[in-house]
C-alpha cells in the first residue's frame, strides 16, 4: 500500500513540483493543522459553555432573592456566566463598603448606574477572552485561496516556460504542468473552506452567548436593585 501511494499520479505531481511550490504546500499543511486544531479546541469550549450557560439561566430564572446570588455563582465559577457574577459581585461588594463608610447601607442611583456600567464593560471583555483564536481562522479563510492562487500563478508560469522550451502544445506536454500548477489552488481551498464554515458557526456561537450574557447581567442587576437601591 505504501508503495502504491508513492507510485499513485498525485504523488508524482508533488515530487515533480520546484521548491516555491513544496514551500506553499507546506505553509499550506502547516497552517490547516492548525485550523483543525482552533475548530477542536473551540467546538469543545463552546459546547462545554453552552451547556454550563443553559444550566445557569435555568437556577438564575428559578432565584427571587439576592443572598440566593453567591452560591450560584460559586457553582458556576468556570463559566463564562459564573465569572461574570463572581465579578459583578466584587464590585458591588466594594461600593457597598464605601457607601457604609459615608453611613448608609444602600445604593444611591449613580452608583448602580456605575454598576451597570461596570457589567457592560466586563462582559465585553469576557466575550473578548472567547472570540480568541477566531480572528486567525477568518484570516485563513481569506488568505488561503490567495495563497493557493498564487502557487497556481507561479506554476502556470512555470508550464509554459517549458512548453516554450520543448516547442510543443501536445496535452503529454502541456497537462502536468498544469496539474502542477492547479494543486496549490485545491490546497488553499482545502485550507480555506473548513476554516470559513467553522468561523460563521463559531461566530454566530458567540452571537448566542452573548445574549445569554446579557439575561445574566439583567438578573444580577435586577436583583441587585431590589435589595440594595432604596
Not at 30 to 53: D, H, L, T
Not at 168 to 177: E, K
Request: aromatic letters at 10%; glycine letters at 8%; one cysteine or more.
Amino acid at each position: 500500500m505504501k508503495s502504491s501511494f508513492f507510485n499513485s499520479a498525485g504523488w508524482q505531481i508533488l515530487a515533480q513540483t520546484d521548491i516555491m511550490t513544496k514551500l506553499i504546500l507546506f505553509g499550506l499543511f502547516a497552517v490547516s493543522v492548525v485550523c483543525i486544531a482552533i475548530i477542536v479546541f473551540k467546538f469543545v469550549s463552546f459546547r462545554k459553555q453552552k451547556q454550563q450557560m443553559h444550566e445557569l439561566l435555568k437556577q438564575l430564572r428559578a432565584l427571587r432573592q439576592f443572598t440566593d446570588l453567591v452560591s450560584v455563582s460559586k457553582e458556576f465559577k468556570e463559566s463564562i456566566g459564573g465569572k461574570l457574577l463572581i465579578e459583578s459581585l466584587g464590585e458591588l461588594r466594594l461600593m457597598l463598603d464605601h457607601a457604609k463608610k459615608d453611613g448608609g447601607a444602600t445604593l444611591k442611583d449613580q452608583d448602580f448606574a456605575d454598576l451597570e456600567l461596570f457589567t457592560d464593560k466586563l462582559s465585553g471583555s469576557l466575550l473578548l477572552e472567547e472570540e480568541v483564536y477566531l480572528p486567525v481562522l477568518g484570516s485563513c479563510a481569506a488568505v488561503g485561496p490567495l495563497v493557493g492562487l498564487f502557487g497556481t500563478i507561479w506554476g502556470l508560469i512555470h508550464a509554459f516556460l517549458d512548453i516554450s522550451q520543448q516547442q510543443s502544445t501536445d496535452i503529454a506536454t502541456v497537462a502536468p504542468g498544469i496539474a502542477e500548477a492547479l494543486i496549490t489552488t485545491l490546497g488553499g481551498l482545502v485550507v480555506a473552506i473548513p476554516a470559513m464554515v467553522a468561523f460563521h458557526y463559531f461566530s454566530n456561537e458567540l452571537r448566542k452567548l452573548e445574549f445569554q450574557l446579557g439575561d445574566v447581567s439583567d438578573k444580577f442587576l435586577a436583583l441587585a436593585k431590589q435589595a440594595f437601591v432604596k
